[in-house]
């Protein structure tokens, strides 16, 4: 029998209202996640990947957005529909999440450590002394010198670094099951990204928990990923194995992010860029979305929007005319 998903997307669909339409920001998005797996969602600026995973924590703002469909199942908990009270103790404790930007996220007034142990206080209803020592236990555990003394500054007077560090501390506080990882290492120079994965790799190594982690990054996604999911306007149009994906991605615009890294042995002159804007989401092409930026475009691709099939016999999928004819 196979293993049951820790978290299951089936049909998530988010829009919002606005001044010059309705933005379509998911459209039927369905995946699976397991224990000890990380699921990479790829794709551009506005592509739906933040949202996506802000729906399913129950952070999209209504109005302006709301859930038109689908369902996200935790285990047994259906969490779309459950009360906001019921909601908020899952999210922290079973299902966390850091964000992109620590400086943002982190409240600018209170101390580090007082926000690290407010997750205690609040789930575990620990005393503000043992609240405190745990947050400096966490610290410790991703990295943080001087726990003791950084756990009484203020987010101003921590680096860029720092401040990830002690979001990823918060998001582990309650030993998640489920954790979601938006642009992890953005803004931060190459030596600090790759000790932020290999830290995150480490405790689900230890954890189990699975992960899904938002990038633009593909280095990031080779070094860590399990699994692969590209999205482009709001739909997945490429899914399988990482392996898989980086040997042979199949859908044009996964090629287009392929070529567009660059490598050190090619003897490439030039990088090959996704030519093109992505469409507006509000007013989306007809047919395929990715027709009026597709090397391959054909006349069907431009009235006939294609749904995402399996490809061979693996567990792999892609949503292109040309793939399903080939």
Known sequence: MAEQPLLSVDGLTVEFDTDDGVVHAVTDLTYDLHRGETLAIMGESGSGKSVSVQALMGLIPQPPGRVVAGTVHYGELELLSMPERKRREVRGSEIAMIFQDPLTSLNPVFPVGWQLGEMVRLHEGASRKAAFGRAVELMEQVGIPNPAQRARQFPHQFSGGMR????????????????????????????????????????????????????????????????????????????GSAAEFYAEPKHPYSQGLMASVPRLLSDIDRLVPVDGQPPSVVHLP??????????????????????????????????????EAG
């Open 164 to 239: 990830q560090r002690a979001m990823i501390a918060m998001a582990l506080a309650l030993s998640p099951k489920v954790l979601i990882a938006d642009e992890p290492t953005t803004a931060l120079d190459v030596t600090v990204q790759a000790q932020i994965m290999e830290l995150l790799a480490q405790v689900q190594e230890l954890t189990g928990m699975g992960m899904i982690l938002i990038t633009h990054d593909l280095g990031v996604v080779a070094s860590v990923a399990d699994r692969v999911m590209v999205m482009y306007a709001g739909r997945a149009v490429e899914t």
């Open 286 to 323: 007809p047919g395929c979305s990715f027709n009026p930026r597709c090397p391959q475009v054909t006349d069907r691709c431009r009235t006939e929007r294609p749904d995402l099939l399996t490809v061979g016999a693996g567990p792999r999928a892609a949503a292109c005319h040309q793939v």
